[in-house]
C-alpha cells in the first residue's frame, strides 16, 4: 500500500496570499503546501481522497495517471472544487463515468456545483461524468477493505477512512478535517501501521484539532507513525518536526510513503 499526499494544507494555502510571514516566504519546499487530498494505492486499485483547487497541478507533479473512484470527505469548498478535473480520469477510464463516494452533505455539495456531471457515462469525450452513492461503514473490495466513521468538523460530518490490503494486512488511518476522534474512530484506528492526523495550527480552532490535540489522539491509538496533516502558515516544517514526541512528524506535498 502506497499513500501520496498530494497536498498538506489548509484552505488558504501556503504560502498566502499577501502574507510576508517567515513561512509563506521560506525557501524549503516542504512549507509549500496546496491544499490537502491524498491518492492512495492499494493491491494496484487506485483511490483518490478529495480534490482541491490544485487538483490538476497535484496530478501533474506526482503524475497520477490512474483512478479507480473517488472518495470525498466533506463538501467544503478546499475539497470539493477541485472534482472538475476528474474528467481526464472519465476519458481514460474508456469514457465511463466515475463512482464517487461521500456522505449525504458531500453529495449534496457534489449535486449543487457539478449538476451537468451527474450521469453514468459523460455527454462527449473529455466531460466528467460522476456516479454517486452514500461511502458505507465498511467497502469490501477484491484488494482490501475500506471502513468509514465520521469524524465532527463544525456543522458538517468528515468521513474518516480506514485502508486494509488484503495482500499485505497493511493498515493506513486517513483522518483529516476534524475536531476531535470519536472513541468508534479510534478504537477503528488501532493496530494501523500509518495514521494521518487533522492538525491545524499550535492555537485552538472551533472546528480543527489543534497541534497538541492531534498528539493526543495519536497518543490513544498509538500507532508506530503518525503524520500531520491540514497545516496552516504557523507551522515551518523544520520547527514543527524538531519539536514533536517520537513517531510524530508533519506531512508535506510530494511525500510518499509505502507500507
Known amino acids: ?118 450521469m453514468e457515462r459523460p455527454v462527449v469525450k473529455g466531460y466528467p461524468a460522476f456516479k454517486l452513492l452514500i461511502m458505507p461503514s465498511a467497502l469490501e473490495l477484491p484488494q482490501g477493505t475500506i471502513q468509514s466513521t465520521l469524524l465532527p468538523h463544525g456543522g458538517v460530518n468528515t468521513l474518516g477512512l480506514i485502508f486494509t490490503e488484503r495482500s499485505s494486512g497493511k493498515k493506513l488511518v486517513y483522518y483529516t478535517d476534524c475536531k476531535r476522534v470519536p472513541r468508534e474512530g479510534v478504537e477503528l484506528a488501532r493496530g494501523a501501521d500509518l495514521v494521518v492526523l487533522d492538525g491545524l495550527r499550535p492555537l485552538p480552532h472551533p472546528s480543527h484539532m489543534s497541534i497538541p490535540e492531534a498528539i493526543a489522539v495519536a497518543g490513544e491509538i498509538a500507532a508506530p507513525r503518525t503524520l500531520l496533516t491540514h497545516l496552516t502558515h504557523l507551522n515551518d516544517h523544520a520547527e514543527l518536526a524538531a519539536a514533536m514526541p517520537a513517531g510524530i512528524e508533519p506531512a508535506y506535498d510530494g511525500l510518499r510513503v509505502k507500507l
Open 1 to 118: 500500500m502506497e499513500i501520496i499526499f498530494l497536498g498538506t494544507g489548509t484552505s488558504q494555502g501556503v504560502p498566502m496570499i499577501a502574507c510576508d510571514c517567515a513561512v509563506c516566504t521560506s525557501a524549503d519546499p516542504r512549507n509549500r503546501r496546496t491544499r490537502a487530498s491524498v491518492h492512495v494505492v492499494m493491491d494496484g486499485l487506485h483511490i483518490q481522497v478529495d480534490a482541491a483547487q490544485e487538483f490538476r497541478l497535484q496530478c501533474l507533479r506526482e503524475n497520477i495517471r490512474e483512478l479507480d473512484f473517488f472518495i470525498l470527505t466533506h463538501g467544503h469548498t478546499d475539497h470539493v472544487t477541485g472534482m472538475d478535473d476528474l474528467r481526464r480520469f472519465c476519458d481514460l477510464r474508456g469514457g465511463d463515468g466515475l463512482t464517487v463516494y461521500s456522505t449525504d452533505e458531500g453529495i449534496g455539495r457534489v449535486l449543487a456545483i457539478y449538476p451537468y456531471a451527474i
